[in-house]
T-cell receptor, first 114, second 108 residues
Framework: GAVVSQHPSRVICKSGTSVKIECRSLDFQATTMFWYRQFPKQSLMLMATSNEGSKATYEQGVEKDKFLINHASLTLSTLTVTSAHPEDSSFYIC??????????FGPGTRLTVT | RKEVEQDPGPFNVPEGATVAFNCTYSNSASQSFFWYRQDCRKEPKLLMSVYSSGNEDGRFTAQLNRASQYISLLIRDSKLSDSATYLCVVNVGGKSTFGDGTTLTVKP
C-alpha cells in the first residue's frame, strides 16, 4: 500500500514555542492531505484539509492562525503549531489521498508542550 | 447527534468468540464507508472498505445498509491479535468522519 511518513514522531517543546510537523507521501502524489488531532481515549478529529497549491480549509473551532498548514507540493504538507501551550499536547496524524476515497495515514506525531 | 456513532464498548471476549460491532451515520449523502483498526498509540490502519453487497475478508465481514444508515463489522474466531480499537469511518465528498471507536480485548 501507499506509504506516508511523518516527522518528527515525537516532540517535546516549551510553552510559547512553535513546532513544525512534516507529512510526506513517499510513493504517490497526494492531491489532498488531511490533518487530524487525537486526544487520549478520543477519536480522530479533523483539523483541516489541504489541497496542493491552495489554502487549507479549517474545521470549525480550529484556529488557522495557530495551526499553519502549508501544502507546497504533491508530496509534502506541513503543520506548524504556533505559540504552543500545554493544551495543544496531543497526537497529530496526517493522511494523504491521491483523489479516491482511500486515505493513507502517517504514523503520527506525539506533541508534548511543557 | 454525532455524525458517526458506534457501540461504546469495550468488548471483552475469549479467543475464538464471534463479535459484532455496529455503527450508524446521520448524513444520507455519505458515499463511502470503511472500518479502520487502531492499536494503542499508533495510527489507524484500513481494515476493509464496506459495500452495500457486503464483503468478507477472511474472518472479517462488513455490511452496509444504506436505508437504515447502518454499518456492521463481524469478526469470527477472534484472535488475541485482534485486540484493538475499531473505527467506523464515513466519507462525504472526500472528507472522512470517524466514529469514536469500539475497543476490543480478546483474552486467552
Amino acid at each position: 500500500g501507499a506509504v506516508v511518513s511523518q516527522h518528527p514522531s515525537r516532540v517535546i517543546c516549551k510553552s510559547g514555542t512553535s513546532v513544525k510537523i512534516e507529512c510526506r507521501s513517499l510513493d504517490f502524489q497526494a492531491t489532498t492531505m488531511f490533518w487530524y488531532r487525537q486526544f487520549p481515549k478520543q477519536s480522530l478529529m479533523l483539523m483541516a484539509t489541504s489541497n496542493e497549491g491552495s489554502k487549507a480549509t479549517y474545521e470549525q473551532g480550529v484556529e488557522k492562525d495557530k495551526f499553519l498548514i502549508n501544502h507546497a507540493s504533491l508530496t509534502l504538507s506541513t503543520l506548524t503549531v504556533t505559540s504552543a501551550h500545554p493544551e495543544d499536547s496531543s497526537f497529530y496524524i496526517c493522511s494523504a489521498s491521491s483523489g479516491d476515497y482511500e486515505q493513507y495515514f502517517g504514523p503520527g506525531t506525539r506533541l508534548t508542550v511543557t | 447527534r454525532k455524525e458517526v456513532e458506534q457501540d461504546p464498548g469495550p468488548f471483552n471476549v475469549p479467543e475464538g468468540a464471534t463479535v459484532a460491532f455496529n455503527c450508524t451515520y446521520s448524513n444520507s449523502a455519505s458515499q463511502s464507508f470503511f472500518w479502520y483498526r487502531q492499536d494503542c498509540r499508533k495510527e489507524p490502519k484500513l481494515l476493509m472498505s464496506v459495500y452495500s453487497s457486503g464483503n468478507e475478508d477472511g474472518r472479517f465481514t462488513a455490511q452496509l445498509n444504506r436505508a437504515s444508515q447502518y454499518i456492521s463489522l463481524l469478526i469470527r474466531d477472534s484472535k488475541l491479535s485482534d485486540s484493538a480499537t475499531y473505527l467506523c469511518v464515513v466519507n462525504v465528498g472526500g472528507k472522512s468522519t470517524f466514529g469514536d471507536g469500539t475497543t476490543l480485548t480478546v483474552k486467552p
